[in-house]
């Protein structure tokens, strides 16, 4: 609504009036850093702008305020045989995902937040309010500022509302588990599934030691194996073919133990599994910390990045469960250490590094989904080379002068 | 090729010493003006750059020199199983079609090319070569300056190469037409479809005097009224299941004569013939000139935009036919007239201006495809707002300070 983006036109006005560096906030959910002030400042929580403003049903779209949730929103949906797709596990607000690009398990099929934001409303540093984008389906109008803003992670610009892309709800959805003899086989059942064209939904990888966290965290009974998560979205002809075919590929490679669930409370119940893993995977050292990371690589070097990131975990002390949405070529470390115990700090600091470099000499990036914030801005130059560096820079230069929208997240340091 | 590029970035940096402008050329079929020199400068022909450059087939992308033709890179594809789906129509350029953000009638499954272009390599205006983007499926790593390059229509950099998405070809492929008793109920029959989720990979509108110019110009014996062509891509079952929804919804609106093409051979001539219809229109009035014009609005907006802007052509005396990519919103108007006839060449103004601002009234853009060029820079601020051209031009401020890359394109005069 008009009134609470004037409302934070007015707070970013009065900040740049005084020099007062500005952090957007939404649920907290992102994970490298980027609700921290460095520098000072404050955080602008955006949480209570959370009604959802229009449901364009017929074209597809809802225009909500930054702070609604994707579960927000899909509750909101609810009788228009439509929703949200976008999945990155946690409850996160859709201004939150649009800043760090979010995506999930649902990428695979439905694109990342690049894709399903088609336009917002945005405060820029001096606190002049900015329309972007629009509801056509598509426009070569100017430049595209959406997707400017869309990852920029609160350094361009507060995008306080958005206009999302809807999809209708498949008429048939099936999930099923697959357990196998080893990662690699898995991996190949992944990049098998992607090249032969089968969309599937979410495809997702979990390792032994990530079974064996869920297990003990959700009370379930899945084998503590490589194990492949599948969902099929379609009409009911188009799901049991997908299905066919996946599980053909699965069985080739070694897969076993297929079990599938149609019924909505199960497939419910396997998802909530998944997305417990991170939280399962905490429990697995207690009172430690957490460093997750993520990386993507193109599809075909992802059976080697995987191995390669798997010989460097046995060789450490620490616990580092693996998962991730391999449809993509994304998956995830999440790297158990005791803060105070500089020989965890060591191991960590090496696997995380060495997955990072890996994934950007397989013409991978440094991140698939989580952002930059201020864990990975020493990576940048390393993907993306000097002169776009320079030129990101540029960018934030002409858009923010004073430097005070999110300062010190995404350039690394001169 | 590094050499290649190299050349451009000499050339660009020989420009900038000298304030001479470059305007880049391709195979010069934009529309709205985008190669012409209102500044002066020297044209920048691309098109001797045409090597494919790479085919990653297992992981669905292609490096080319932007020089490469989408014919060319579909012909290069043969027999990996892929395909590269964008068709304008005009077998352009991708540097081009990047350039303009081109989509065509294969976007409403596949969509445009910001969509496909995964990465580039792009010489700024001061000669320096930045690459942009990555072949990982995804990224949050910085902001998106491959998207922010695509549709930028070379002002603010040179694109010399890209790393395109490619798509399987799907296992079966049907082709239809169907006639309807007026252009409403045919656009209904577009609308319900899209709205019911079914992802059909074409579905065009063509009105009564495109079909006359059509059976005139391709010797073709189509029914002279308002017309869909649609196509499928899936699985046979798939494809089946499309065609019966489809041809469901059709019939209940009156749609007759639907007519199948399932062999390529039957289906490259009709598509042919579609493709055909800008030059078929030329003919309707020999020795005329065209201005062709697009506008797209949300689905939901279709059918009133359609039929407000046919009751302006019934008004006129100038011929104008009307098709479009109606999937997504997206229609033309082919309008001609005689330029030495001040009536013909004020009704050709009434009836662009009139169809501009109805779309963006409609929440619509002033282009879909074509881009701004010269001719619809008077429309950048009535669709974007103040605030956003002012950072449109900030941007442009900060990559091409001298205003040398393409200058006189997008922005609007001050």
Redesign the interface.
Known sequence: MALATDEVAFVVRLCADHGVPVIPYGVGSSVEGHVLAPRGGISLDLSGMNRVLAI?A????AVVEAGVTRKQLNDALKGTGLFFPIDPGADATLGGMAA????GTN?VRY??M??NVLATTTV?ADG?????G????????????T??L???EGT?GIMTELTVKL??IPEAISAAVCTFPDIDSAVQAV?QTI???VSVARIELLDALSLKAINLFSKTTLAEAPTLFFEFH??P??VA?QAETVQAIASDLGGADFEWATRPEDRSRLWQARHDAYFACLQLKPGCRCFPTDV?????RLAECIAETQADIVQVQIPIALFGHVG???FHLVVLVDRDNPQDMAEAAWVGTRVVER?IAM??????????GLG?RK??TA???E??????R??K???DPQNLLNPGK?LPER
């Open positions: 364009h017929d074209d597809g779209d760090t690009r979010a995506s990428a694109g990342t690049k894709d820029l002049r309010v900015m329309k972007t629009g509801r056509a389906r598509k426009s070569s109008a100017g430049y595209d500022l997707r400017l869309v990852g920029s361009l999809h209708p990049i090249q032969l064209g379609g009409s002809a188009g073919e993507c690589v193109p599809i075909s993509d070529g994304n994934a013409e991978g990036t440094c991140t698939g989904e989580h952002g930059i990975k990576y940048l993907e993306h080379g002169v776009a560096v320079d030129v990101m540029a960018l230069s002409a858009l995404i």
